[in-house]
C-alpha cells in the first residue's frame, strides 16, 4: 500500500509516544466533523437503495448534470484504468500517488509531467490525470485550460480525469458543470470538506454511458445505507455548506500567516492544507513528529504539507514547536 496522511498508528510506534498526545496535521481533512444527522433504522435494517435522493441532492451540489457514488472517490480510481483498453497515460505531477498505480497495475504505460510538458504531449496520450486543486501543492488550473486539454484528448477518443477531492473550497473552478462531454471525468470526495472521512464517499461526475460502465465495475450496494442518508442531508444543507467553507477559509489564512510568522512561507495551498517546499522539509517534519505533531513529509519532491488545527490548543501547540524550530536553526 501506498503512504498516505492520516497513520497515526504508526507515528506512535515510530516515535513511542502515545496516541491521544498527537496533534495530526497530516491529512487535508477538515478539522471541523459536521454533525451527524439522524440515521433513520430503516437505513441500517436494508440493502441500501438508489431511489433515496442522494444522487439528486449531490448532482444540485456539484451542480453536475449526473452522479454516481462510489466508496470514496478511491474506489473510481482504482477502477476507471479497467474500462480502457491498455494505452499511454498522462499523469500530472506531483499527484496523489494512487493516481499512477492505479493505471500502471491495470496495464497501462503512466507518464509523469510537468505543468510545462502538456501541451506538447497532448497528442500522445489516451488518458491526461490530474489533481486540481493539486494534491499536495494546492496549484490551481483554470476550467478554460482544462477544457482545451479535454477537446485535443477527445479528438482521438481521449479522457481528462480530473480528481477534485478538494475543489469544494473554490467551485469555480470546477468542470462539474462540463461532465455531460464524453470523455471528460471528475472525482469528487465527501470527506475532506466536510471532516467525514470515516462515510468513505465519493462522487463520479461524468456523461451516462461511461457512469453505467463504471456501475458494472463497482457492483451493487458499495455504498452503505447509512452513507448514504447522512450525506443526502448534509449535501442538501446549504446554509452550512456557506459556514464550512468561511471557517474554513479563515482557517487556512490563519494557518498560512502562522507559518509566514516563522519564516516558513507557504509555497502553495488551500483551505484544507498549506504546502511548503524547502531543502529542510524532512529536518522540520521530525521536529515537529518528535513533539508529536504529525505533518505529511514528501520525500520524493522535498515537501511537507500542513493540516489544520482542531482547537485553540492545537493551534499554541503549533505555534509554539514552529518557535522552537526557528530557535533551533
Not at 500500500?1 to 509516544?17: N, P, S, T
Request: glycine share 8%; with cysteine; hydrophobic share 45%.
Amino acid at each position: 500500500m501506498l503512504e498516505h496522511g492520516g497513520r497515526l498508528r504508526k507515528a506512535v510506534q515510530r516515535y513511542g509516544i502515545a496516541l491521544e498526545d498527537w496533534l495530526d496535521l497530516s491529512t487535508g481533512l477538515a478539522p471541523m466533523p459536521w454533525p451527524i444527522p439522524h440515521i433513520p433504522l430503516s437505513a441500517w435494517a436494508r440493502l441500501p437503495e438508489t431511489n433515496d435522493g442522494l444522487e439528486e441532492a449531490a448532482a444540485c451540489y456539484y451542480r453536475a448534470p449526473r452522479v454516481l457514488p462510489a466508496a470514496g472517490s478511491q474506489a473510481a480510481i482504482q477502477a476507471l484504468p479497467t474500462l480502457r483498453p491498455e494505452g499511454r497515460i498522462g499523469v500530472l505531477a506531483p499527484c496523489y500517488a494512487e493516481h499512477e498505480q492505479a493505471w500502471g497495475r491495470a496495464g497501462h504505460y503512466v507518464v509523469p509531467l510537468s505543468l510545462d510538458d502538456v501541451e506538447a504531449a497532448l497528442s500522445t496520450l489516451d488518458v491526461l490525470v490530474l489533481v486540481n486543486p493539486n494534491n499536495p501543492t494546492g496549484q490551481l488550473i483554470e476550467p478554460e485550460r482544462l477544457l482545451r486539454w479535454h477537446a485535443k484528448l477527445t479528438d482521438r477518443g481521449g479522457w481528462l480525469v480530473v480528481d477534485e477531492a478538494f475543489m469544494d473550497l473554490s467551485p469555480a473552478y470546477s468542470l462539474a458543470s462540463w461532465t455531460d462531454r464524453p470523455g471528460l471525468i471528475v472525482l469528487r470526495s465527501f470527506g475532506k470538506f466536510f471532516g467525514l472521512a470515516g462515510v468513505r464517499l465519493g462522487f463520479v461526475l461524468a456523461e451516462a454511458n461511461l457512469l453505467e460502465r463504471l456501475d458494472d465495475v463497482l457492483g451493487p450496494w458499495t455504498v452503505s445505507g447509512p452513507a448514504r442518508a447522512v450525506a443526502r442531508e448534509i449535501l442538501l444543507d446549504k446554509r452550512g455548506h456557506d459556514r464550512q467553507r468561511k471557517r474554513l477559509a479563515t482557517a487556512g489564512q490563519r494557518l498560512a500567516d502562522v507559518l509566514t510568522a516563522h519564516e516558513l512561507v507557504p509555497d502553495g495551498g488551500c483551505g484544507l492544507f498549506q504546502w511548503l517546499s524547502r531543502p529542510d522539509a524532512e529536518a522540520l517534519h521530525e521536529f515537529l513528529a518528535s513533539r508529536a505533531i504529525l505533518t505529511r513529509f514528501f520525500p520524493s519532491i522535498a515537501g511537507i504539507r500542513f493540516g489544520l488545527p482542531c482547537d485553540e490548543a492545537g493551534w499554541t501547540r503549533l505555534t509554539l514547536a514552529l518557535q522552537a524550530y526557528k530557535d533551533s536553526l
